[in-house]
C-alpha cells in the first residue's frame, strides 16, 4: 500500500466532510420512507364511507404468520357497515406476529387492507400489539401508544413520518 | 364390459354409467348435476366425452370390423356425449383428454359461469365449491361475457334455516330431484324458464325432516346453512367426522368447528347405514353446545352455595362423603347416548363400589335387543315388505329413508373403485313407489304413511292388544273375538292382506320402536309375529347407545334397583350423568333425602339445583368412544375441538374419582375401557373404521332384569319420539324456530272443548312433571288424547295429565 | 302484409289445382267440412273401420312399415317402425298422443287440418290407437290455435255420439276415447318429452331418452306421439293402400307432404305435394314466385339451416335424404323467403330470440348460451357496439352449443346461426366495421 492509496482513501472521506448528512435526528425530526415501505395496516372504505373490507378471511388464509384473525357478520340492510351482505365484525391483526410481507395485502379482492407507513408500534402489553378495527380504520393515525400517549398529554398523534402516502392508501394522511 | 377410457382397459358391470367407468379408471371428468344416490338428469353437460362403440353386424351377429387394423371399428356418436346419462356398452371407448373434448367442457364452464356472480370471497361456500374447484380445472381463466349479469335475489329465505341466494344457482336440479326422490316431499321446483329460471317453492318454507341435505349437495353456495352463515371459512373449520348421537341410527356426521364452537354439521357418508343423508334434528341440534348456561367447572356445594372448585378437589368431596355410605346404597344412572366407554367406566365404579344399582335412562320395559334375524340398514332398503309399528320419521328419521330407497325398488348400488357410484342408471326422476310393500302402524297419523299402501290408526296404548291380535291372525285359524277386532283398527281382511304379504316376502322386515317397547308384552307380540312371518327385526332403540348400553350390561342387578326406584328414595347416594329427574316435584322431594346427589350434566337444571356436587360434562360432540347403533354395528365417536372448559365424560369422572379412591379402575380412560371392552365381547374397539364395525353380536344381553308387568293403562298425554331433542330446544334458538317449540298436539274437537288455540303458549303438570309446550292443533291426533315429545325423564308412553293445572303462559313467543 | 305484394291470400291452393290429386287437404278450406255430417259423407271414418273391423294389429302395422311414411313432425321416423316399437300388450293402460303443439315460426300446416278437418285427425287417431291397442289418445294442441281447440272439441263430441269413440267400436271390443290438452305457450312443448311432462302436468322440460315413450311415457306407461300429418296420412294409406302411397314421393321419402310456404311470395300457403318436389317447383309453380328479390330461404322451418336462393340450391328435391346432403333438414316443411333488402343479422337476431324465448333452462348450453348470452351478443351487433373478435366469440359459442345440450332446441338455434355466417358472413362483418347494417332497416312492406 502505497502513500498515494491512503491519500485516496483520506480524499474520499474528506469529500464527504462537506456532503449533507445520510443520517436523520429522529425522533426529533421524521423520517422520509420509501414508497414501497411496509409499515401498519390501514383498513380502507369507499367513498361512499363503507368499509371495504367484506370480512373474506382471504387475508387470514394468505398470512404466513397466523397473524390476522377475521369474524364475519351479515350487515343488516337498513345500516350497512360495508357493501354486500358481510362484513367484518372483528378483524384483528397481532403486530408481534405480522411480518410485513403484505401478503394480506395482495390477496385482499377488494383492496380493503394495505400496508401503510407507520412503523412506530412499540408497545409495552402484549395485548397492545393486538389491532382492532378501531385501531386500523382510515382515519386513526398512529400506533396504539401513540394513540395513548396523545389523549394523556393532550396534544395531536405524532407521527414520526415526512413522506406521504401511497396512492392505494386512499383518505390516509400522515 | 370392457370398456376403454383413454387408455386404460377395465372390466365394469353391464348398466354402469360412462361416468363411472371414466372415475374407475382413474380420470376425472367435471360433473355438477350428477349426485350419488340420486338420478342422473344430464342437466349441467359438464361431463361431455367422446364416447364410441364397436357395432355388431344385424345380420350375422358378428363386430363389424375395421378395414385397415382388423380390429373391430369403432363407430362414435356423432356428438359429444354426456357420460353421466350413457351406459356403458360392451368395447365402449370413451375419450375425455382429446383437444375437442377438452374445448366442450371448458365452454361449459364457461356458460356456466356467465351468470355466476363470482362473489366468491363472501360465499359461505368459498373453498369447499364445486364449481369453484372446476372452473379452476377446466375454466380458461378469464370471461368473455361483457353483459350485465343476471340479477336476482341474494337472500331468499327459504325456511328459517336455509338460504338461498339464486344468483349463484347453476340450475344442477340436485336440490329439486333431492326433495323428490330421497324423502319423497316435493317441496322445491324450478319456475319460470330460460334465463329467468329460479329455485323456488309453492308455499311457505320446507316443510320436511330432511331439509338440510341440500346445502350439502348444492354444488354451488346458492343454498346455504343459515345457522352457519358468516360464521368462518370452509378452509378455517376443524372438520371432525364422527357419529351423530342424537338417534339410534349411528348416522355419520362431520362436525365443523371454529375457535372452540361448533358451527355446523354436515352429513358424511356411510354407504350402509345412513348413505350421505342426516335429518335436520341431527343437522342443526347442536347449537345448545355454545349455549350461555353451559357448566364449565366442577362446583361443589358449600355452605348451600355451588362454589367453583377444582375437579380433584371435587371428587375428593365425593370420596369423602361416600365413606359413610354403605354398599348398595349408591346408585349411577347414565343418560342412554353414553358411550361404551363411559358404560363400562361406570360399571368398574359401581362393581368398586359393591353396588347393583346401575342403570341407564331411557330404559325401556322391554329389551332393545332384537330376538331372532336382526335387520341391517341394507335389509330394510332391499326389503319387499316392510311394517312399521310407530312413527320412524320422528324417532330414527334415518330409518324413514332407507325404507323409502325400499319403495323405489332399487337395491343400494354396488361400490366402485371410486366409492359410491356418481350416476345411477337405474334411478330415475320421478320413479314409481312401490307403496304396496309399506305398512305402517301407528296410534295417529304419522308423516310416513303418506307413503305406505296400508296404514293403520290402532287404538292409543293398544300396541299389545294390536299385535296380540295380528299373531292370532298369522298362527291360529280361529276367528279374531270383537275385541281383538276392534284393537286391530282395520278390517280383518286387511290384517290377513297384511300377515300374507309379510309371510310370501322373500326380505321382510318389521321396524318397531319405542311404543312397542313400552311395553314387554307388545315386544314379545312383535317377535312372535316376526317369528310367524318369517321377518327379520329392527328395533328402534330411544337413544344413540340404548343398544349398546344394554349389551355391557349397564343394567341394575334386580329390578328394584332401577332408575325410577334410585330416584325414589331407593339409593342414599346418586351420581347422574345428564339427566334431570327433579323436574318432577315428587322426585325433587325425594333427592332431598339423599346424603350425596352428584351430577354430572352439561347445564344448570332442576337437579343440579339439589346436588351437593355438579360436575361439568361433555356433550356428544365432544366425546372419544363408540356406540353400537340399532343394527349393532360398533361407530366410532370422536371429539370435535369445542371449548367445553373443564367438561369431562363418563370415564373422565371415574378417573378422577378413582384416583381420590385411590384404584385404577376399568374405564378411566378411553383406552383402558377399550381394553375391558375387548375382553367382555370380544371386539376390538381400537382404530374403529368410519364406516363401523358389524361384529356377530351377542344374543343375549350380559344383565337381564325381570320386569313386572304392569301394563299401563290409561292417560290422556301420550308421549311420543321427537326428531328435535325437547330437553335442548330451549337452548337450539334456530332449530326453535324453525320447528317450533315444544308442541302439545291436539284434536281440533278437543282444543275447542279446552278452550286452546294453535300458537298458544300452555303449562301442563304431565305425569307429575310441569311441561312447557306451545299448542298445536291437528286432525292427525285420534281424539280424547294429547301428544307431547317425551323426553329422556319421560319416556314414550300414555300417562296421564293433570288438566286443572292447565294455565295458558302470556305468549310473548308467538310461535310462526 | 298487404295483398297488393303478396297476392291472393288465399293459402290452400294444391286442392284446386287439377294437377296432383290431394289428399290430407281434400276438405281443407271447404265450408262446414268440420261438421261429421260433411264428412262422413266423403268417405269419413271408412279407413278407421277397414282397420278396426277388417285389418289385424299386424296388418296395419305392415301396411304403415309399407307405405314407407316417415314422421311428419320434423324428425322423419318411420311411422310403421315407431307403432312397433311399442311392447307386448301386457295389461297395462297404452296411450297414443298426437303432438298438435305447432309451433315453430313458418310452420301452419296442422292449424288448417284441425281447423278444417278435425275428423280427419280422429280418424288418424283411431287407427293409430287400434295399431298400439290403445284406448286413450291425447290430442296436445298448441294453446293459441283456439279455433282448432274448439272445432276438435265439436268434432270429438260429433263422433262420442255417432259412436266412432267410444266402446266396442265397429261392434270389435276395440274402445277408443281422446282427450284434447290445450298447451299454455311453449315451443319446448312440441318436444316429445317434455310434451309428455306437460301433459302429465309437470314442467314442460324434456325428459331422459332412454327411456323412449314406447316403454315409459305418458305417465310412465308405453306411450306412442306422432304428429298430426302423420296421423291424416295413415288414414289415407289405409283407405287407399300402402302401394297408392309409396308410388308418390321419392326413393326414401315416400308420399306427400303438406308444404309451407311464407314470406315476400305471390301466394304464401299450405301445399300438398309429393315428397321430392323441388323448391323451384314449391316456389315458382305453386307459390306464384317471388314478390322481392330474395337472398336466401329456410327449407323447413327456423330450425333448420337456411340456404342461399341459388340455382344450385333452388333445384333440391324436398326429401329427408337430398336436405341432409346440403347440411340441411326438411323439418316440418316450411319454407321462408328472405329478400335481399333484409338486414341478415336482425333476421337472425328475430329468430334467436324466439329460441331465447323458448329455452326451457333445464341444461346449461341452452340456457345461458341460447337463451343469454347469444341474444345479447345480437343486440350488441345490431347496436352498432360490435367489436373486432365479436364474430368470432359467436362462432365459437355456436359451436359450443351445437351437440351439446340436452334436447335439440339448442342445436335449432345453434344451425341457423352457424348457417348464416356460413353464407352471410360479410354482412356481419359489415355490421360491426360500420355501426350500421348493410341493409338499413325499412318498413318496405309498407310502401
Known sequence: MSVLDIAKGMGVTLGHLFKRPVTVRYPEQPVDVKPRFRGRHHLLRHPSGLEKCIGCSLCAAACPAYAIYVEAAENDPDDPVSPGERYASIYEINMLRCIFCGMCEEACPTGAIVLGHEFELADFVYQDFTYGKDDMLVGVMGSKWQRREATQKGRDVRVGLSSGPRPELEGVDY | ?816 | MSDAVMGEPTPIISRKDPRYQVTMYRHVGVDGAWTLDYYSSHGGYRAAKKAIADMGVPDVIAEMKASGLRGRGGAGFPTGVKWSFMPPVDGRQRFIVCNADESEPGSFKDRYVMEDDPHQLIEGMLIAGYAIQASIGFIYIRGEYHLAYERLLQAIREAREAGYLGSNLFDTDFSFDLVVHRGAGAYICGEETALMNSLEGLRGNPRLKPPFPAQAGVYGLPTTINNVTSFASAVHIIDKGAAWFSAMGTEDSKGTKLYQISGPVARPGVYELPMGTTFRELIFDWGGGPSMEIKAFIPGGTSTPMLPFSDEYLDTPMDYGSLAKLGTMLGTGGVILIPKEKCMVDAMYNIVRFYAHESCGKCTPCREGVSTWLPKMYQKLLAGLGEPGDLELMEEMVTNMRGTAFCPLADACAMPVQASFKHFRPEYEYLVEHGEPMYPKRSWWQE
Not at chain 2, 319423497?184 to 330432511?210: A, C, K, M, Q, W
Not at chain 2, 356406540?627 to 370435535?640: D, F, I, T
Open chain 2, 1 to 816: 364390459m370392457k370398456v376403454k377410457v383413454n387408455d386404460t382397459e377395465l372390466e365394469l358391470a353391464p348398466g354402469t354409467s360412462a361416468i363411472d367407468a371414466v372415475f374407475a379408471a382413474g380420470y376425472d371428468v367435471p360433473y355438477f348435476c350428477s349426485q350419488e344416490y340420486m338420478s342422473p338428469i344430464g342437466a349441467c353437460r359438464m361431463c361431455l366425452a367422446k364416447v364410441g362403440a364397436p357395432r355388431q353386424d344385424r345380420a350375422t351377429g358378428e363386430w363389424i370390423l375395421d378395414e385397415e387394423t382388423g380390429e373391430p371399428k369403432i363407430f362414435y356418436f356423432p356428438t359429444l356425449m354426456a357420460t353421466c346419462t350413457t351406459a356403458i356398452m360392451e368395447g365402449m371407448v370413451i375419450d375425455t383428454l382429446s383437444d375437442e373434448v377438452r374445448g366442450a367442457q371448458n365452454g361449459m364452464v364457461e356458460f356456466t359461469l356467465i351468470n355466476h356472480p363470482l362473489d366468491c370471497p363472501v360465499c359461505d361456500k368459498g373453498g369447499a365449491c364445486e364449481l369453484q374447484d372446476r372452473a379452476y380445472e377446466y375454466g380458461s381463466g378469464l370471461s368473455r361475457f361483457r353483459f350485465d349479469k343476471r340479477h336476482q335475489e341474494k337472500h331468499h329465505a327459504l325456511s328459517e334455516l336455509i338460504t338461498l341466494d339464486r344468483e349463484r344457482c347453476i340450475h344442477c336440479k340436485r336440490c329439486v330431484r333431492y326433495f323428490e326422490e330421497v324423502p319423497g316431499d316435493e317441496v322445491l321446483d324450478f319456475i319460470e324458464r330460460g334465463g329467468h329460471t329460479y329455485i323456488g317453492t309453492l308455499g311457505e318454507g320446507l316443510p320436511s325432516n330432511f331439509t338440510g341435505n341440500i346445502t350439502d349437495i348444492c354444488p354451488v353456495g346458492a343454498l346455504l346453512d343459515a345457522t352457519s352463515r358468516f360464521r368462518g371459512r370452509n378452509w378455517e373449520y376443524d372438520h371432525t367426522r364422527t357419529t351423530g348421537l342424537d338417534d339410534a341410527s349411528g348416522s355419520a356426521i362431520i362436525v365443523d368447528a371454529r375457535t372452540g364452537r361448533i358451527e355446523r354439521i354436515k352429513a358424511a357418508l356411510n354407504a350402509e347405514v345412513n348413505k350421505s343423508w342426516i335429518d335436520d334434528g341431527t343437522r342443526f341440534g347442536h347449537e345448545y353446545v355454545d349455549a350461555e348456561d353451559r357448566i364449565k367447572t366442577p362446583l361443589v356445594r358449600k355452605e348451600g352455595e355451588l362454589v367453583p372448585v377444582t375437579w380433584e378437589e371435587a371428587t375428593g368431596y365425593v370420596k369423602a362423603k361416600l365413606e359413610g355410605i354403605a354398599d348398595k346404597e349408591l346408585g349411577i344412572v347414565l343418560r342412554a347416548d353414553a358411550t361404551l366407554e363411559e358404560g363400562v367406566a361406570a360399571k368398574a365404579l359401581a362393581d368398586h363400589l359393591q353396588t347393583g344399582q346401575l342403570d341407564h335412562c331411557p330404559r325401556p320395559k322391554a329389551s332393545v335387543l332384537p330376538e331372532g334375524d336382526a335387520a341391517r340398514f341394507t335389509d330394510l332398503a332391499t326389503a319387499d315388505a316392510i311394517f312399521v309399528i310407530g312413527d320412524v320419521s320422528e324417532e330414527v328419521p334415518a330409518v324413514d329413508l332407507r325404507i323409502k330407497d325400499a319403495l323405489k325398488g332399487v337395491s343400494p348400488p354396488a361400490s366402485l373403485p371410486h366409492g359410491v357410484p356418481i350416476a345411477d342408471l337405474r334411478l330415475k326422476e320421478r320413479m314409481p313407489r312401490k307403496a304396496g310393500l309399506l305398512t305402517v302402524a301407528a296410534p295417529y297419523r304419522v308423516d310416513l304413511m303418506r307413503h305406505a299402501g296400508r296404514s293403520v290408526c290402532y287404538p292409543v296404548g293398544g300396541e299389545t292388544a294390536f299385535l296380540s291380535a295380528l299373531v292370532k291372525l298369522a298362527t291360529v285359524e280361529d276367528e279374531l273375538s270383537e275385541e281383538e277386532v276392534a284393537a286391530l283398527g282395520m278390517p280383518v281382511d286387511e290384517g290377513r292382506a297384511l300377515i300374507e304379504r309379510l309371510a310370501q316376502a322373500q326380505n321382510a322386515v318389521i321396524v318397531y320402536g319405542s311404543f312397542v317397547l313400552a311395553s314387554p308384552a307388545a315386544r314379545n307380540a312383535v317377535i312372535a309375529l316376526a317369528k310367524a312371518v318369517k321377518a327379520k327385526v329392527m328395533v328402534m332403540g330411544p337413544m344413540a347407545n340404548s343398544y349398546g348400553l344394554e349389551a355391557i350390561g349397564v343394567m341394575p342387578s334386580h329390578a328394584r334397583y332401577s332408575y325410577q326406584q334410585m330416584i325414589r328414595g331407593g339409593a342414599k347416594a346418586l351420581i347422574l350423568s345428564g339427566l334431570d329427574p327433579a323436574q318432577d316435584p315428587s322426585v325433587a322431594e325425594a333427592l332431598k333425602d339423599l346424603e350425596l346427589l352428584v351430577v354430572h350434566h352439561h347445564f344448570a337444571n332442576a337437579t343440579t339445583a339439589l346436588a351437593d356436587v355438579v360436575l361439568p360434562a361433555k356433550t356428544g360432540y365432544e366425546k372419544d368412544g363408540t356406540v353400537v347403533n340399532l343394527e349393532g354395528r360398533y361407530l366410532p365417536v370422536r371429539s370435535a375441538p369445542v371449548d367445553g372448559g373443564q367438561s369431562e365424560d363418563f370415564t373422565g369422572l371415574v378417573r378422577y374419582l378413582g384416583e381420590a379412591l385411590g384404584v385404577r379402575l376399568d374405564g378411566r380412560s378411553t383406552r383402558s375401557a377399550k381394553r375391558a371392552l375387548n375382553h367382555l365381547l370380544a371386539v376390538d374397539l381400537r382404530d374403529l373404521p368410519d364406516e363401523g364395525l358389524l361384529a356377530k353380536a351377542k344374543s343375549r344381553p350380559l344383565r337381564r332384569v325381570s320386569v313386572k308387568e304392569q301394563e299401563a293403562v290409561s292417560g290422556n298425554v301420550l308421549l311420543v319420539p321427537s326428531m328435535v331433542r325437547p330437553e335442548f330446544v330451549s337452548r337450539n334458538p334456530q332449530l326453535r324456530a324453525a320447528f317450533g317449540d315444544v308442541a302439545l298436539c291436539l284434536h281440533p274437537d278437543d282444543a275447542d272443548q279446552m278452550k286452546l288455540v294453535g300458537g298458544e303458549r300452555v303449562r301442563l303438570s304431565v305425569d307429575g312433571t310441569l311441561r312447557k309446550a306451545t299448542v298445536r292443533v291437528s286432525e292427525t291426533v285420534p281424539q280424547g288424547i294429547m301428544l307431547l315429545p317425551a323426553t329422556p325423564e319421560q319416556p314414550v308412553g300414555l300417562v296421564s295429565a293433570d288438566l286443572a293445572t292447565l294455565v295458558k303462559e302470556s305468549s310473548e313467543l308467538e310461535v310462526a
